[in-house]
């Protein structure tokens, strides 16, 4: 099936090019670009300076977007991007249940499993259940907020920094965030923490 | 419409696919040129093209894989479309207004019984239900014109705050809500207690 799917893709991609709407080099050159040059690198960089900067966290709750760009970070995908912080009594979780609606210019390119449709029927109707699934347990007095992404807002969880990280330097913290954190199906933890 | 894609709060799917395969955005050369297709084709904007991906036959799109799904989807559009150039998928959507939003933070609203066959950014699984809006997002291109060729009418959208009970009734999970983004017209004020019956039985 993935090889008809394979030949189907090449006559489309004649059929377009044919029609002067594509060429293989420009496909090539947005490609690259999303596989690259965007990716969750791009996220855990936001969330290591709000971690250590409290001005710059404070700007990023209010305006996610303008203190994004401030790094550089902006694009299709980007419009509004509303920043939410995961605290000991708050965890956020980000869905797309019509779509695949995701940050590209913090995150990049959803995985396979965000696109599923069981996470999408799923995530806003049992989000303790899919957490729970992902490793993260929450007692019952943590409200869980879940953001479906219906429009063209976008949405980035800033997790909470582990205990233990006091001492690391905000390129050791930003090795520590993963995407998943950032989506909410994660928390993020320091090995070397102690904690 | 009602459509297959509107999967929010549907049972029975199991398990969320995990694994080297589940942790890619692609796994086959093939999925990264309908990507690059897909951005750069023109062949609809980003609402039309959603919308062909809602109009693929139900069990394609459960069985077709995500970029199976954006494969047909073109291909419908290729099909559709005349010569030129249709829609492009990534300008941005951010428009602005000149008249006030109509609701407000902290309003109570109701999400309106609104029904359509073509394309709409509302979850059926809001439908009826009350919340109350926790942002106001600014103006928007509309999606359910935009997506028809009936331009882009743009429209004030909201962050609206729903209790996980309000949602799911019994089956609900502890404190839990969910938050979703609605464009203006499908929504209304919660109505004045005693002024309409049977409007009370979801919510206290």
Redesign the interface.
């Known amino acids: 099936m993935?090889d008809d799917?394979?030949i189907?893709?090449?006559a489309?991609?004649a059929?377009?090019t044919e029609?002067g709407?594509?060429n293989a080099e420009?496909?090539?050159a947005?490609?690259s670009h999303?596989?690259n040059d965007l990716g969750p690198l791009n996220g855990a960089q936001v969330v290591a300076r709000a971690w250590t900067d409290p001005a710059y966290r404070k700007r990023l709750l209010a305006d996610g977007t303008r203190a994004i760009a401030e790094l550089g970070f902006e694009g299709?995908q980007g419009?509004?991007i509303?920043v939410v912080e995961n605290t000991p009594e708050v965890h956020n979780l980000v869905v797309c249940?019509?779509?695949?609606c995701y940050p590209w210019p913090v995150l990049?390119?959803?995985?396979?499993?965000y696109?599923?449709?069981?996470?999408?029927?799923?995530a806003?109707?049992?989000?303790?259940?899919?957490l729970q699934?992902?490793g993260v347990e929450l007692a019952?007095?943590?409200?869980?907020?879940?953001?479906?992404?219906?429009?063209?807002?976008r949405y980035l969880v800033l997790p909470a920094r582990p205990a233990g990280s006091e001492d690391l330097g905000i390129e050791a913290l930003r090795a520590l965030v993963s995407r998943d954190a950032m989506i909410g199906v994660a928390t993020v933890t320091h090995p070397g923490g102690g904690a | 419409m009602d459509g297959i894609h509107d999967l929010g709060g549907r049972q029975g799917f199991g398990p969320i696919p995990r694994g080297a395969a589940a942790e890619s955005s692609f796994t086959a050369d093939w999925q990264r040129r309908v990507f690059g297709m897909s951005l750069i084709g023109r062949l609809a904007n980003i609402d039309a093209f959603r919308h062909a991906v809602e109009r693929l036959d139900p069990v394609l799109y459960l069985t077709a894989g995500y970029w199976g799904r954006w494969l047909a989807a073109l291909e419908l559009l290729e099909r559709e479309s005349d010569s030129g150039a249709q829609g492009d998928a990534t300008g941005s959507p951010v428009r602005t207004l000149d008249r006030p939003p109509r609701f407000r933070t902290g309003d109570c609203v109701r999400v309106r019984d609104h029904r359509t066959n073509g394309h709409t950014r509302l979850p059926g699984y809001v439908r009826g239900r009350r919340g109350v809006v926790l942002l106001e997002q600014g103006a928007w291109i509309y999606p359910d014109t935009h997506a028809h060729g009936e331009g882009e009418q743009p429209q004030y959208a909201y962050a609206v705050r729903f209790e996980g009970r309000e949602l799911w009734g019994q089956t609900a999970e502890a404190t839990s809500f969910v938050h979703v983004d609605l464009f203006e017209p499908y929504l209304e004020h919660c109505p004045t207690p005693g002024l309409e019956s049977g409007s009370e039985e979801r919510s206290e």
Request: glycine fraction near 2%; charge should be negative.
């Open positions: 993935s799917l394979a189907r893709a090449e489309l991609e059929l377009l029609r709407l594509v420009a496909i090539d947005v490609v999303f596989e299709p419009d509004k509303v249940t019509l779509c695949s990049g390119l959803p995985p396979a499993w696109k599923s449709p069981a996470y999408r029927a799923r806003v109707r049992e989000p303790r259940a899919v699934e992902f019952d007095d943590v409200e869980v907020r879940v953001w479906d992404s219906s429009a063209e807002i």
